[in-house]
Structure formats: structure tokens, C-alpha cells
């Protein structure tokens, strides 16, 4: 699995995993929890996973739909 992208924004996880589902692109959400640890401040962020294979079709989703993805 590929790093899609990383972000401190739960909504942008949340849109990322809906528009890739929608193109029907398996996601993973991965550090979802880690707001136990740190105090649910925001601080750590979130990394959205996909297969290699995926990987160039997740990106252009994503980039059409304004969000950024990690290179």
C-alpha cells in the first residue's frame, strides 16, 4: 500500500474515502485513533492508504476534486 495523502483534517479523510469509494478505489484510513493519545487536539495527522495499483487513479480523483495528495 501507497501513502494518498496525510492531513489534520477529519473531513478531508472523510471526503477522500467517499469520492474514492465512489470510483470504487479501496482506501484505508490509517491513525484514525490517535486522538486518544494525543488529547484529541489535532495535532497528529491522518494518512489515507491505497493499493500500488491504484495509486495514480486515487491521485488524479482526488486532484480533480481539489484535494492535494502527498508525492
Known amino acids: 500500500m501507497k501513502e494518498l495523502l496525510r492531513t489534520n483534517d477529519p473531513t478531508v479523510v472523510a471526503f477522500a474515502t467517499a469520492l474514492l469509494q465512489g470510483e470504487d478505489i479501496d ?13 484529541s487536539i489535532g495535532v497528529l495527522p491522518r494518512r489515507m492508504m491505497v493499493h500500488d495499483r491504484d495509486l495514480f487513479r486515487a491521485r488524479a480523483v482526488l486532484r480533480d476534486n481539489g484535494i492535494p495528495t502527498t508525492e
Do not use: N, Q, T
Open 27 to 39: 482506501c484505508f484510513a490509517m491513525d484514525v485513533h490517535m486522538s486518544v493519545l494525543e488529547g
